[in-house]
């Protein structure tokens, strides 16, 4: 018995399936139409469907004129000639129906309906098309949403709106309001605007508006665009914006124009957030005073809660330091990124000033932190980070990780990055050459590189040339090429820019050359620094510009002369050009000479011996040791007392 009653209700529901998809139009007569359409959309929704029919439908459809009710059951026979089905198309459009009644303009009823007859009627737009058409004109009139998808939700604050169609074009006309666009609970809003939706395209013409950097943590009226006209994509959760004018009285008093782009993203808060995104058209905004004693100069992106400074390869962007009125320190990036308590910049050029010099290093992480006027410029691996600071006041190459300044004070400190075992720095004389040095540079090569560089540069009668012409030359790939010249640049050699491939040829080269065939005097100078723990291997003293060097404990001044300083404590102080002052001893030849305040003169190049405490000496014994060298012996007699 239950067999058979399962049996005849399935054959039955097959049966009376088979009956309303078969449906070829449906009656002329509105009752039967009614009836018919109810029973053709019920579906497994039995009782649902009667309610609506009987709550809502009924007394739309009663409340018709003759006409528009012919006009319901006309559009219903085109939708079944286009073998719409019950779900979703003709359940959307009677609930499309029955809200514009109720929520809506009679010009926006009359005007969807002959949009729809337009759509049916054009065989060129799918029924996908369609479908879309009526889902998102239930959403916007349901719920004031003008387009939704599985990725984006766009609302409107209010619904003043109003349907268009000419014959050939169908938009919706949106009044004054707030567009806002929900994705992956984040959301992207403008404020004040109007404009046109065209739902086939989903394109959005808006005019005006106004992108606030709220999601940032700004307030409103601190940071925001103000747009004209512009058109956006509302089936993505992302849009450029060009032409806007945009305010952040934080940094300017003045308003800015360029692009704004916006983008909802997920797991997003003010700490993270890196839209909106507006960027300047001009790449020379000039800001005094950023912070105190700070200028900046350069483009100008705002970058969610990041200002960012920027710039290209031809005009950087420039951060200005001062004491007093003085310019001190100019850095240079393609970008700094400005937080509330941080600026950051990577390969970063730096120039410190010095009376008429600087020191000078072509790419260094800079980080300077605001509220404690605190500067941190650390040596990076990539670019031209490995490459040494150029000092040319005490005429120097000085090897280092860490520079740090306190704006405060009056000193800036060279020492190891923190935690570092290597605690080591290097001083070298700007005329130091080492033989083995240049021999190592050349390797298996059958010249040395510094050869083929100035061989080149005298072939084209220029110390300016680029990677791919100089590769050509070496009939090497330019990846070996760039290769090459890095590790001239790492040495100061030359000068290279790895983004353009810009070489510039330095005196270090030919100066190389010749100290290598004997056309040029050279020194062995370079003060080499180890200390412990968190020491500093050196302080610049802002007051005389002194070098003050720790952890040095021998410095050759003559390798042929034998003469060696050892420094009292390891400690000395340089001065211009390489002049240095210590205590300690000197080893020259046969004579130790131990004092202080010795003064060593570099262009003299001699040591003079302000205050003497003793002298020593040592002889020949006239013995020979295991490799035949002559012993020597120290004699017993001090002389002391000299100064």
């Known amino acids: 018995m239950t067999y058979r009653f399962f049996l005849t209700a399935f054959l039955f529901l097959l049966l009376k399936g088979t009956v309303f998809s078969q449906l070829k139009s449906f009656p002329d007569d509105p009752q039967q139409f009614v009836s018919t359409l109810q029973n053709f959309v019920e579906g497994n929704d039995k009782k649902g469907t009667k309610l609506f029919f009987e709550t809502r439908f009924n007394p739309y459809f009663n409340s018709l004129s003759d006409q528009e009710k012919k006009e319901v059951i006309n559009i219903s026979n085109l939708l079944l000639s286009r073998r719409a089905l019950a779900d979703p198309q003709f359940n959307l459009y009677i609930r499309i129906l029955v809200s514009l009644k109720e929520k809506s303009t009679p010009s926006n009823y009359t005007t969807w309906l002959a949009s729809l007859k337009y759509l049916i009627n054009n065989k060129k737009v799918t029924m996908n098309a369609i479908t879309d058409f009526m889902e998102n004109t239930q959403s916007l009139v349901d719920n004031k949403c003008i387009y939704k998808s599985s990725i984006v939700d766009w609302r409107l604050s209010n619904p003043d709106y109003v349907f268009q169609f000419d014959g050939n074009e ?12 929900l994705s992956r609970e984040d959301s992207s809003v403008i404020r004040q605007t109007q404009g046109k939706f065209y739902p086939l395209t989903r394109n959005f013409e808006g005019v005006g508006g106004k992108i606030t950097w709220e999601r940032a943590g700004f307030p409103e009226n601190e940071v925001y665009a103000m747009l004209k006209n512009y058109k956006i994509d509302l089936s993505k959760n992302s849009f ?119 020191i000078f290093h072509p790419g260094l992480n800079f980080r300077f932190f605001i509220k404690k006027r605190e500067l941190l410029l650390t040596r990076i691996d990539e670019g031209m980070g490995r490459s040494p600071y150029i000092d040319t006041y005490h005429q120097l190459e000085m090897d280092f990780d860490l520079l740090s300044w306190k704006m405060e004070e009056p000193k800036v400190h060279f020492k190891a990055l923190p935690g570092s075992d290597i605690k080591k720095a290097n001083f070298e004389s700007m005329d130091f050459f080492n033989m083995e040095r240049y021999q190592e ?31 050509k030359f070496l009939k090497a790939s330019t990846p070996q090429t760039k290769q090459y010249l890095l590790r001239l640049a790492y040495n100061h050699f030359i000068t290279y820019n790895p983004e353009t491939g810009d070489v510039v040829v330095r005196d270090k080269t030919f100066n190389y050359i010749n100290c290598s065939v004997g056309k040029r005097d050279f020194d062995a ?44 404590d390891q400690e000395i102080t340089v001065k211009k050009n390489r002049d240095f002052i210590f205590s300690g001893r000197i080893l020259a030849g046969l004579f130790l000479f131990k004092g202080s305040n010795f003064y060593f003169d570099y262009n003299r190049f001699r040591i003079d011996l302000v205050d003497v405490a003793e002298v020593k000496m040592r002889v020949k014994s006239g013995d020979y040791d295991e490799k035949g060298l002559p012993v020597e012996v120290d004699v017993k007699n001090v002389i002391t007392n000299l100064s």
């Open 170 to 181: 169908i938009w919706t006309l949106i009044g004054n309001t707030t567009l806002t666009c």
């Open 240 to 358: 450029e914006i060009d032409s806007v004018v945009f305010v952040n009285s934080r940094f300017f008093d003045y308003p800015l124009t360029g692009k704004v782009t916006e983008k909802v993203m997920p797991n997003i808060d003010t700490a993270n957030a890196i839209y909106p995104m507006f960027t300047s058209y001009s790449k020379r905004y000039s800001i005094k005073k950023i912070y105190p004693d700070v200028d900046y100069e350069g483009g100008f992106t705002m970058k969610g809660a990041k200002f960012i400074g920027a710039g290209t390869d031809e005009e950087p962007a420039f951060l200005n330091f001062y004491r007093g009125d003085t310019l001190f320190l100019t850095a240079s990036s393609k970008s700094f990124s400005f937080r509330e308590d941080i600026i950051a910049g990577m390969n970063t050029r730096i120039t410190f000033y010095i009376e008429k010099d600087s």
């Open 525 to 568: 100078i370079n003060f080499v620094s180890n200390v412990v723990g968190e020491d500093h291997n050196a302080t610049w003293s802002l007051l005389d510009n002194n070098l003050r060097m720790k952890g040095v404990k021998e410095i050759k001044l003559s390798e042929a002369h034998t003469v060696t300083i050892f420094p009292q």
């Open 441 to 471: 540079m050349q390797g298996m090569d059958d010249a040395n590189p510094l050869q083929y560089v100035a061989a080149y540069s005298k072939k084209n009668v220029s110390r300016e040339f680029n990677v791919n012409e100089f590769a």
